[in-house]
């Protein structure tokens, strides 16, 4: 699963939802006080779509169904809906919203980035950058360049600090080892793989094609 960085936590006031679309999936993006969560863009019952509903302390509720929903756990707190919510996993890093919303398509828009001077990553050794917002390890091994995740899949950890060895790095928290050019795990604990994104050297400079999300449209909560 690719973590996608979808908002910053300043474009999002508390009580707001917007709506945005990552992996090809729309979905509405929440901010209660510190916390962000995430859901389906659209009501169960009806098909409205959530932002144009109200949020009320820590639900929404559909401007047409006026079915009300728990925001953090996608629960039915009235209906006439008797779905949940699909709900994905959120995470703040810094001022940065992520979003874990399935596997990245091919078809997801992406944009090239420049990462940082190929020279500034020695042969065997990663170089931590952050690159529109996402944190990133750039690896130069056998004289060739990769990328993956700053940050390991099982809790949080920085592989920055962890070890490489001939293919592999193994985070420093709880010793997962993931393979870098494809992410998998390839020793627990950790289950979920490291994201990977294409990355070149063009001109001396390294580049890396990264998800890029479309913002849709923002709706500020009330409260009663
Ligand atoms: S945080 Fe990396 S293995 Fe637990």
């Known amino acids: 699963m690719t973590w996608i960085r979808v908002a910053t936590l300043d474009s999002l006031e508390s009580g707001a939802c917007t709506d945005v679309e990552v ?100 042969e065997g050794e990663t170089v931590e950058v952050t690159v529109a917002g996402y944190p990133l390890l750039v690896y130069r091994l056998n004289g060739s360049f990769y990328t993956t995740s700053a940050i390991c899949t099982h809790e949080f950890a920085r592989l920055t600090d962890g070890w490489i060895e001939g293919e592999t790095i193994e985070c420093p928290l709880h010793q997962a080892v993931f393979h870098i050019p494809t992410g998998r795990v390839e020793e627990g604990p950790a289950r979920t793989p490291l994201s990977c994104n294409p990355i070149e050297e063009r001109d001396g400079d390294i580049w890396v094609s990264l998800p890029v999300v479309r913002m849709a449209k923002s709706t500020q909560g009330g409260s009663s």
């Open 23 to 122: 992996a090809g999936k729309q979905l509405s993006l929440f901010r209660l006080g510190a916390a962000v969560y995430a859901t389906q863009a659209h009501c169960p019952q009806d098909g409205s779509r959530l932002s144009d509903g109200q949020v009320i302390d820590d639900n929404v509720e559909c401007m047409n169904s006026g079915s009300r929903y728990h925001i953090a756990s996608g629960r039915v707190l009235s209906g006439p809906a008797t779905e949940a919510l699909k709900t994905y996993p959120t995470r703040a890093e810094g001022r940065d919203i992520f979003v874990q919303a399935g596997e990245v398509s091919a078809d997801v828009e992406r944009q090239w980035f420049r990462a940082l001077e190929a020279s500034a990553v020695s």
